[in-house]
C-alpha cells in the first residue's frame, strides 16, 4: 500500500515536473518569437533601417521590375540613392519606370530587355552588360503563376516549362552571373521572391508551389554558404499582395499595396533570411505552421484553391454565355 502511494506521488511529481518543462519551454519560445517580431517589424518602421548603400554598393539589378513588388522594389532602392539596372520583357514599361525613377529620385539607371521565359540562352550577353557596374544587391521578383488553379493534367507543358525558365532557372543563372562579384567585393544582397505557395504542398498549383519551394531551399542553403563570405541571401515568402498578379485585389490589413509591403520587407534584411515580409503575412504563417494541425493545414489549402478554381471556371462559363448572346443579337 505504501509502496502504490509512494509510486503514484513519484509519478505525480514526475507529470508535475514535465508539465512545467512543456509550458516553460513553450512560454520561452513564444515569447521569443515575440521579440523577434518587434525586432522585425516595430523597430525598422521607428527608423531603425539599414543603409542599403552604404552595406551593400551603389548598383541593384531588379528583375521583373515594372509592376507589383518588383516596381516596389526599385522605388525604395532608388530612394536611398541606389542606381538601378531594370530587366523585364516590356520595353515600354520599362522605359516607364525608367523616367519615373529618375525624375523622382536622380538616381542613374539602365534597361535590359529579356523574357525569361526562354532557355539559358537568353543569357548569354547579359554578363557582359552588367560588367562594369559594382553591383551590391540583386532582386529576384520576375514570376509567373497559374491562369486558374487546376488539376496538373490541365496545365500544358510548355506552361509548366515556361514556369520552370521564370521561376527557378532565372534565379539561378541571375545567380551565376552577379554572386562572382559581389564575392570578390565581400559584400552583397541577394532578394529572392518566392511566395507563401512554396512553404508546403499546394494542391491545384503544383508546379508553381514546387518552383516558390526551390527558391526558398535553393535561398536558404546559398545564405549558409556565403554568408561568412559577407552576402545575405534571403527569401521573402509573401502571402496575397494588391498587385496585377492578384488581379489588384481590394487591400486591408492582410493585402497590403506592393509599397507597402516592400518598405516592411526591406525592414527585415539582416534580421530574417526567411520571412514572409509583413507583418499580418508572417501572423498568419505563424498560426497557420504553429496551431493548426497538419490535417486541418492541408484540407483549408484544398477548400482555398478548388474554391478559386470553381469561382473562375464560373466566370468563363458566364463570359462565354454573354459572347455567345451578343453574336445572336
Known amino acids: ?113 529579356m523574357d525569361f521565359s526562354g532557355g539559358p540562352e537568353i543569357y548569354e550577353g547579359l554578363e557582359e552588360k552588367l560588367k562594369d557596374l559594382e553591383i551590391g544587391i540583386l532582386v529576384n521578383n520576375v514570376g509567373v503563376g497559374d491562369s486558374c488553379p487546376d488539376f496538373f493534367l490541365m496545365s500544358s507543358v510548355q506552361d509548366d516549362l515556361k514556369m520552370l525558365n521564370v521561376n527557378v532557372l532565372s534565379v539561378v543563372m541571375m545567380m551565376h552571373i552577379i554572386l562572382p562579384g559581389m564575392v570578390s567585393r565581400k559584400k552583397g544582397l541577394v532578394i529572392n521572391v518566392s511566395s507563401v505557395a512554396g512553404s508546403m504542398p499546394m494542391p ?80 498568419q504563417a505563424w498560426v497557420f505552421y504553429n496551431i493548426l494541425p497538419g490535417w486541418l493545414r492541408s484540407y483549408i489549402i484544398w477548400k482555398i484553391w478548388y474554391g478559386i478554381r470553381t469561382m473562375v471556371y464560373k466566370r468563363r462559363r458566364r463570359q462565354e454565355e454573354q459572347q455567345k448572346s451578343g453574336h445572336n443579337d
Not at 74 to 100: F, P
Not at 206 to 223: C, E, G, P, Q
Not at 271 to 277: A, I, L
Open 204 to 283: 491545384l498549383i503544383a508546379t508553381y508551389s514546387a518552383t516558390k519551394a526551390f527558391v526558398d531551399f535553393f535561398s536558404r542553403s546559398l545564405n549558409t554558404e556565403y554568408s561568412s563570405k559577407g552576402i545575405t541571401v534571403q527569401c521573402v515568402m509573401p502571402m496575397f499582395v494588391s498587385t496585377n498578379m492578384t488581379k489588384n485585389m481590394p487591400t486591408s490589413a492582410l493585402v497590403p499595396t506592393g509599397d507597402n509591403f516592400v518598405n516592411q520587407a526591406l525592414g527585415t534584411v539582416g534580421v530574417e533570411p526567411r520571412t514572409c515580409g509583413y507583418w499580418s503575412h508572417s501572423l
Open 1 to 113: 500500500m505504501r509502496f502504490d502511494r509512494l509510486t503514484r506521488n513519484m509519478a505525480d511529481s514526475v507529470l508535475s515536473v514535465v508539465g512545467a518543462a512543456f509550458l516553460a519551454y513553450h512560454g520561452l519560445n513564444f515569447g521569443l518569437q515575440v521579440l523577434q517580431g518587434i525586432r522585425t517589424f516595430i523597430l525598422p518602421s521607428l527608423g531603425f533601417k539599414k543603409n542599403f548603400k552604404r552595406s551593400f554598393g551603389s548598383w541593384a539589378v531588379v528583375t521583373g521590375c515594372t509592376d507589383g513588388i518588383g516596381k516596389s522594389y526599385v522605388k525604395q532602392l532608388a530612394k536611398q540613392g541606389i542606381n538601378i539596372v531594370l530587366i523585364s520583357r516590356n520595353m515600354e514599361k520599362l522605359k516607364n519606370v525608367d523616367q519615373e525613377i529618375r525624375s523622382l529620385y536622380n538616381v542613374n539607371t539602365k534597361i535590359i530587355v
